[in-house]
């Protein structure tokens, strides 16, 4: 099956500092790529769709200027959360689609849990 | 809006069955997914459903009605290891997933 890896899958980071995210397909090229961001006992909330080689769709809501996301090939998208707050702290988890028109299976990265202090 | 509703929290005994309900209202529709979540790790996938019918994966089923805007995830044979959180989402007509809040299920002995 399909394999999404993530890097780091935990880190903490002092208040101010930026973090970045990597998420990689690795045995499929992704054409889309999505990040989303879980709290504690809540759902996942979609943060931003990215494809290869033009600029992420954010949600409403969600800072573009401070969750930098780019998806330079077809099988690596980072997130960037910059100058990192407290509030910032969740678990990130990302997920790619295929390049087949019949591929409707978002497959999940493991998530990275980020923890600012 | 876009809305889709499942219980917050369901109990069953280990070897029993149970029936976790989805209901959708969402501009379009171009499927409906499940996704298993264990505490602290990225939902995996368990079924999806486009067309009405029951679709049926070993212990696990899942039913759609797209009249209704319904669908249910059917757990067999529960075993402690299905303790977790099953999220229902829809893909809309813009291939957009949307997500349900996930029903926590706790399987006791």
């Known amino acids: 099956g399909a394999v999404v890896s993530q890097h780091p899958s935990r880190v903490i980071c002092k208040s101010g500092t930026s973090v970045k995210i990597e998420c990689r397909s690795l045995?499929?090229?992704?054409?889309?790529m999505f990040w989303y961001r879980q709290f504690p006992k809540q759902s996942l909330m979609l943060m931003a769709t990215?494809?290869?080689?033009?600029?992420?769709?954010?949600e409403q809501g969600v800072e573009k200027d401070k969750f930098l996301i780019n998806h330079a090939s077809l099988t690596l998208s980072t997130l960037t959360v910059t100058s990192a707050h407290p509030e910032d702290s969740s678990f990130y988890i990302c997920?790619?689609?295929?390049?087949?028109?019949?591929?409707?299976?978002?497959?999940f990265g493991p998530g990275t849990r980020l923890t600012v202090t | 809006g876009q809305n889709i509703d499942q219980p917050t929290e369901m109990t069953a005994t280990e070897g029993a069955i149970v029936q976790i309900n989805c209901t959708y209202q969402?501009?379009?529709?171009?499927?409906l997914f499940w996704y298993q979540q264990h505490a602290g790790e990225a939902p995996t996938f368990l079924s999806y459903?486009?067309l009405d019918g029951l679709e049926e994966k070993g212990r696990f089923s899942s039913f759609l009605s797209r009249s209704k805007g319904y669908s249910y995830l059917l757990l067999k044979e529960l075993q402690m290891k299905d303790s977790a959180s099953y999220l229902c989402?829809?893909?809309?007509?813009?291939?957009?997933?949307?997500w349900g809040a996930g029903t926590k299920l706790i399987i006791k002995p």
């Open positions: 969402t501009s379009g529709f171009n499927g």
């Open positions: 997920s790619a689609k295929g390049t087949s028109g019949g591929d409707y299976e978002q497959y």
């Open positions: 990215s494809n290869e080689g033009s600029k992420a769709t954010y």
């Open positions: 045995d499929f090229q992704a054409t889309t």
């Open positions: 459903n486009v």
């Open positions: 989402a829809v893909t809309d007509s813009n291939y957009q997933l949307i």
